[in-house]
């Protein structure tokens, strides 16, 4: 076969060339659509703000609104967006944002049906700043702001109890408990009435995309039942993960019922032994998550108080037909026990 002839410098240099002037020419695309998003983003405030103005001033009712829609369609009939429910919105985000500064720092910076879906859905204008905020951080779509609105990702971030601040160096310790959501929310999970806790993992891990979702960005799935040899005995990890922004290994130990004080110091096995054997130089301190039906918040803190390692104790709220027929923790420990005499040492979890 014939040899392919190596580049000349020139035929090198060009190519680097084109290269340099691609990623030019994408990143000026880019900063085009969102000049437009923001015009015309702009435009809709004003426009709202008009509205606002007019029905405060000459006490117009909301019938103006649909004359309007009518009037401007008719004069721009090739332009979308001048329907009576869209003036509606303008009107309303120009009332809920009266500064136009706003409009260039925050609200132009997503797309218009963002910004209405988060009018509409929020009400709070702390938490409406901080969907907008998340929204151009991790470029959702609207479909997935949608679901992290209705799932409360506003009220669930942070509420984890761990030792963090005790734990962890400042900034990382707020990073991270800002990470940790309580609860977690699973009820995209295909469960049956009666599982136990190796099927919950099971079904993580068969929607694998949908937990990295809820657990939310940076996080890189390592394994399930990870294996780690600790003193010449076999340990299993339900869950591991990586965090890819605060560059460190991130523990999940999965439980179906109330927590238990024990269960720190289980993860405190776990994280000392990943931060010996799997953390490299570069890598932050391991982070454990210990995730229950429920908690006692005096237990668990008690439970923290003197850990040195850093772990969370979060909750699960699992699939809503599932709620009242989960097993009670007598009746799991009894049920777990009776498996762990029939596998023997096939069960490598405990209960």
């Known amino acids: 076969m014939p040899k392919t002839p190596a580049l000349f410098p020139e035929e090198e240099n060009y190519f680097a060339l084109l290269s340099g002037l691609k990623k030019r020419i994408q990143s000026a695309q880019i900063k085009a659509v969102l000049a437009v998003n923001r015009e015309l983003i702009l435009l809709y405030w004003q426009i709202g703000r008009e509205i606002l103005a007019r029905q405060q001033a000459e006490g117009w009712g909301g019938k103006v609104i649909e004359r309007l829609a009518q009037d401007l369609k008719r004069e721009f009939p090739d332009m979308k967006g001048f329907s009576r429910s869209n003036l509606m919105y303008m009107r309303a985000f120009a009332e809920a944002w009266p500064d136009e500064q706003f409009v260039h720092q925050a609200g132009g910076q997503i797309p218009w049906k963002h910004n209405c879906v988060i009018l509409e859905k929020v009400k709070d204008p702390t ?29 669930r971030q942070g509420g984890a109890i761990t030792n963090f601040e005790r734990t962890l160096p400042s900034p990382q310790s707020d990073l991270v408990q800002q990470l940790i959501k309580d609860p977690y929310h699973l009820e995209f999970l295909p469960l049956g009435k009666k599982f136990q806790e190796r099927e919950l993992e099971n079904a993580l891990v068969a929607h694998i995309r949908d937990f990295l979702m809820e657990l939310g960005v940076g996080f890189a799935f390592v394994g399930s039942q990870y294996y780690l040899n600790i003193g010449g005995e076999d340990f299993y990890l339900d869950l591991l993960f990586y965090h890819l922004e605060l560059r460190c290994f991130i523990i999940i130990d999965l439980k179906m019922g109330e927590f238990k004080a024990e269960y720190s110091g289980k993860m405190n096995l776990y994280v000392s ?79």
């Open 273 to 351: 032994a990943v931060d010996d054997l799997l953390r490299k130089k570069h890598d932050n301190p391991t982070i454990g998550i210990i995730l229950c039906k429920s908690k006692n918040k005096t237990i668990a803190e008690y439970a923290l108080r003197n850990v040195n390692t850093p772990i969370a104790v979060s909750t699960h709220k699992l699939p809503k037909q599932l709620q009242e027929s989960l097993p009670t923790a007598e009746q799991l420990e009894m049920e777990l026990e009776a498996a762990v005499k029939e596998l023997g040492d096939d069960q490598p979890d405990e209960p």
């Open 127 to 155: 938490e409406r700043l901080w969907y907008i905020q998340q929204t151009v951080e991790n470029g959702w779509s609207r479909n997935v702001l949608v679901l992290q609105i209705e799932s409360g990702l506003f009220q």
